[in-house]
């Protein structure tokens, strides 16, 4: 495995408490311990000048980082002292590493703090065990600068969520993998810029902890390569069930699909065709037909159906839809017509609700949105794509991915729809739903990134192209195919 593929697998604390007791047979902790603070000094010399730093250190693991960290910075010249919040337990590794410090030792209190211009927080780490107190986050509150050591005190390594009081850190240095709370908001936020660092954890010890979740990413996935034999139907079909009062809805779905490769996109707007037709783009074809008849046609596999439509108009698709064995993309009204009845979602295979939307479903999701959104997932038998500024993807078999590759530009009405679109492309193509669903997300944030800082809905699909031929480009290289020069590998 490679280091971008590396990257991607996201440990939970409970997982990473797991990684390292198996590490730990194979390399003691204190050496890991003497990398993790060798690391984070690094860090502090590599992005800021020479200046007064504390180090608030705390009583486990993630103290024992900091005093190495203060030792390793005195060594280089700087000036530190450390303050404890309370002594390692004796005759652990953390203690050891403490009895090293033998520079100046301060109160842990904020008026001490605030004397410094660098704060390196090693009070606690991902795993809490109990909310953080504001007599804690005074101390932390009153320095200049922060540095946090693997999370900033205060926030849960597996949600990214608060437990009692938080200070934002300006860096965050983390070891052997990022965390979801790195990625998760108000985690994400409050990390500041986080900086991953090896600290000699072998590999081996990765697979058996069965880490289930990842950063999204190419390399997690390949989007369908386009070859010179590539034709409509091979790139696949796109059928979007557009309703008589929205129309815009559809289109906007219809232009995601168009847009991120698909090979053939068709409307079906039966008695409302006319309403469509007279503004179509010439690509687009508009059925009249009732759905029954459309069905017929085997090769019209993966449906869109939601964006635009009224509850009553949901109701008379999407359960014909299952019935006929289709794939189903649901958005937007299915959500509507599932309010508090979960199970009227089963059998579709993607479906798209943003934070609202799942909470008139499913109820509100809680601190832990992975594990709220695995449970859907469960509950639906469908890929799950919470969307938000932290996307979260899940399938029902445990996989999520978490998606930080977005834009605020994404929160425009259709933003939704267009993203349907790009979901369905990738089923059509061949993907499968949970790997599809997760390309469609990136894919979404990458148009946005391209098309500006203000654009509309309507913008995003002509910024998809340059958007999958990165995702290709960026694919091939996670996965080792590609050369430094841009020349593939046999």
């Keep these: 495995m490679n280091d971008a593929e590396c990257q991607l697998l996201l440990p939970d604390p409970h997982q990473m408490g797991q990684i390292d007791a198996l590490a730990a047979r194979q ?25 007064r730093v504390v180090v608030l250190c705390g009583p486990g693991n993630n103290g024992g980082d900091g005093y190495v960290a203060a030792r390793r910075l005195a060594e280089a010249g700087w000036a530190v002292s450390v303050a404890s919040l309370a002594p390692p337990r004796p005759g652990g590794d953390a203690a050891d590493v403490a009895a090293l410090w033998t520079g100046p030792r301060v109160p842990f209190t904020a008026e001490e703090v605030a004397r410094y211009d660098l704060v390196i927080d090693a009070v606690f780490g991902a795993g809490l065990s109990r909310p953080v107190g504001e007599d804690v986050a005074a101390v932390l509150r009153a320095g200049r600068r922060i540095v946090a050591i693997d999370m900033p005190t205060g926030v849960d390594g597996a949600t990214g969520s608060v437990w009692g009081h938080a200070v934002p850190a300006e860096l965050t240095v983390t070891f052997c993998r990022l965390k979801p709370g790195h990625l998760l908001l108000p985690g994400r936020e409050l990390c500041g810029r986080s900086e991953l660092a090896d ?6 010890v990765i697979a058996p902890a069965q880490v289930r979740t990842w950063r999204n990413a190419p390399g997690l996935w390949q989007v369908p390569h386009c070859g010179v034999e590539s034709y409509k139907y091979s790139r696949g079909v796109v059928s979007i069930c557009g309703g008589g009062q929205m129309p815009g809805a559809a289109r906007l779905s219809a232009a995601g699909a168009r847009g991120s490769g698909a090979g053939l996109v068709r409307l079906a707007a039966g008695p409302a065709a006319d309403l469509y037709r007279m503004q179509a783009p010439a690509g687009l074809i508009i059925d009249s037909a009732p759905l029954e008849d459309l069905l017929h046609d085997a090769r019209r596999k993966v449906w869109v159906c939601g964006p635009g439509l009224t509850v009553d108009e949901v109701a008379a698709t999407f359960s014909t839809l299952v019935a006929a064995g289709r794939q189903v993309v649901a958005d937007a009204g299915a959500f509507s017509m599932a309010a508090g009845q979960p199970d009227r979602l089963r059998g579709a295979t993607v479906i798209t609700p943003h934070a609202g939307e799942f909470a008139r479903v499913f109820g509100h999701p809680g601190a832990d949105r992975p594990a709220a959104a695995r449970q859907a997932a469960v509950r639906t038998g469908a890929v799950v794509v919470m969307k938000g500024p932290d996307t979260i993807i899940a399938s029902p078999d445990g996989r999520v991915a978490i998606n930080d590759h977005a834009t605020p530009a994404l929160g425009t009405a259709g933003s939704g729809d267009t993203l349907t679109g790009i979901v369905s492309a990738m089923l059509a193509a061949g993907m499968p739903p949970w790997e599809g669903a997760c390309a469609a997300v990136w894919l979404h944030g990458e148009a946005a990134m391209h098309a500006g800082p203000w654009p509309i809905a309507e913008q995003f699909d002509l910024h998809l192209g340059a958007a999958r031929a990165k995702a290709e480009a960026l694919g091939r290289k996670a996965l080792g195919k590609e050369m430094p020069d841009g020349k593939m590998r046999a």
């Design 27 to 51: 390399v003691p902790i204190r050496t890991l311990m003497e990398n993790a603070g060798r690391a984070v000094a690094r860090a502090v010399r590599r992005h800021m000048r020479p200046c």
């Design 199 to 204: 600290i000699g954890i072998p590999e081996s």
